[in-house]
Nanobody
Framework: VQLQASGGGLVQAGGSLRLSCAAS????????MGWFRQAPGKEREFVAA?????????YYTDSVKGRFTISRDNAKSTVYLQMNRLKPEDTAVYYC???????????????????WGKGTQVTVSS
């Protein structure tokens, strides 16, 4: 599968952005999906994950709970990350990830990721 992320940009603190990740190739519902991010000088970290079916089970890292929402549109083969009340510490390159025949738990824990998209830069100014 190929993953194409978009929607990053520069926003002031308190603002919102919506990231999109379009998948092409294998059937989209074969993949659990997730978002990760990497800030300058830091390791890549988990942000959010969503399951393939079963009511779209979701997970979030604690720092984004209540502010970010992950969702997917299987008809459009796209996963989204709605980011509200952005903070300067959210500044990072955001990566879309896909786990074939995986689940949200495995994507969250990192070992369930098979494919990575190119990142999209999110910069939050104070």
């Amino acid at each position: 599968v190929q993953l194409q992320a978009s929607g990053g940009g520069l926003v002031q603190a308190g603002g919102s952005l919506r990231l999109s990740c379009a998948a092409s190739g294998r059937t989209f519902t074969s993949y659990a999906m997730g978002w990760f991010r990497q800030a300058p000088g830091k390791e890549r970290e988990f942000v959010a994950a969503i399951g393939r079916w079963s009511g779209f089970i979701t997970y979030y890292t604690d720092s984004v709970k209540g502010r970010f929402t992950i969702s997917r549109d299987n008809a459009k083969s796209t996963v989204y990350l709605q980011m509200n009340r952005l903070k300067p510490e959210d500044t990072a390159v955001y990566y879309c990830a896909a786990g074939l025949a995986s689940d949200a738990t495995s994507v969250r824990d990192g070992f369930g990721v098979d494919y990575w998209g190119k990142g999209t830069q999110v910069t939050v100014s104070s």
